[in-house]
């Protein structure tokens, strides 16, 4: 029989803070405790995913400082990250003469159709809209 390490692992975010975020889902009414640490270790190791590969962009451009663009850019390298997160990032800048720094989107964000049973990331966040009945 193989020895169980017995170390406790503790992740870096607030376990407390996750937990609450989960529970913005309407379907999701109590979390385990043990899937509360896997989703916070899972995001834990996906912002440091990233942030490394945000940082090789910035590096590659010779800056110091990373910035909304260089991480657009890490998120388009990798395709399985661009497939959910590239629409949820804010639009890109203007350029200097007026025109938008990156033409690759065909129409805004908002008018891009979701999935049946999905919501938008950033329901999650805003403030809750009373229904009227």
Do not use: W, Y
Request: proline letters at 8%.
């Amino acid at each position: 029989m193989a020895e169980e390490d017995t170390s406790t692992i503790r992740p870096d975010f607030p376990t407390g803070r996750v937990k609450k975020i989960m529970k913005l889902d309407r379907d999701i009414n109590k979390v385990n405790s043990e899937a509360l640490l896997l989703v916070t270790c899972s995001t834990q190791l996906f912002l440091e995913f990233l942030a490394e590969r945000s940082a090789q962009v910035a590096a590659e451009k010779k800056r110091k400082t990373v910035k909304l663009d260089q991480m657009r850019i890490a998120i388009k390298r990798h395709r399985p990250t661009s497939d959910f997160l590239l629409d949820s990032l804010p639009a890109p800048a203007q350029s200097a003469d007026g025109e938008p720094a990156n033409k690759v989107r065909s129409r805004p964000v908002a008018e891009k159709p979701v999935p049946a049973g999905t919501r938008r990331i950033d329901d999650f966040f805003g403030k809750p809209v009373s229904e009227v009945s």
